[in-house]
């Protein structure tokens, strides 16, 4: 939601996350079109506590890129998904926080 606008997106990708990445940046451009300057560039995803087997804490790092600056963002949770949501939400207000007043 973004100033009391609610938009709702869908969208499709090679794999969850890149779908995930897809439906926001799609929800969120028709706000903020300047979003189709940045892009993933990378994305690793590390299990924290091997012992604890599918119940496992998983850190996601994502680097993102507006072509001339690289960041990194991370989520941690036992759900990739839910990491994967922290660190791509992170990465994209970071973007938006250095690009205000930019259309």
């Known amino acids: 939601m973004v100033d009391g606008v609610e938009e709702i997106?869908?969208?499709?990708?090679?794999?969850p996350v890149n779908a995930l990445d897809t439906a926001l940046r799609k929800a969120l451009g028709v706000f903020y079109p300047h979003l189709k300057k940045m892009r993933l560039?990378?994305?690793?995803?590390?299990?924290?506590?091997?012992?604890?087997?599918t119940a496992a804490k998983v850190r996601v790092h994502i680097e993102s890129t507006d072509g001339k600056n690289v960041w990194g963002t991370v989520g941690v949770s036992t759900n990739i998904i839910e990491a994967s949501w922290v660190a791509l939400t992170d990465s994209i207000e970071y973007f938006l926080h250095n690009n205000k007043g930019e259309e």
Not at 9 to 15: L, N, S
Not at 41 to 53: F, G, I, Q, S
């Open 9 to 15: 997106t869908a969208a499709e990708g090679h794999g």
């Open 41 to 53: 560039a990378d994305y690793k995803v590390r299990v924290l506590d091997t012992d604890t087997a």
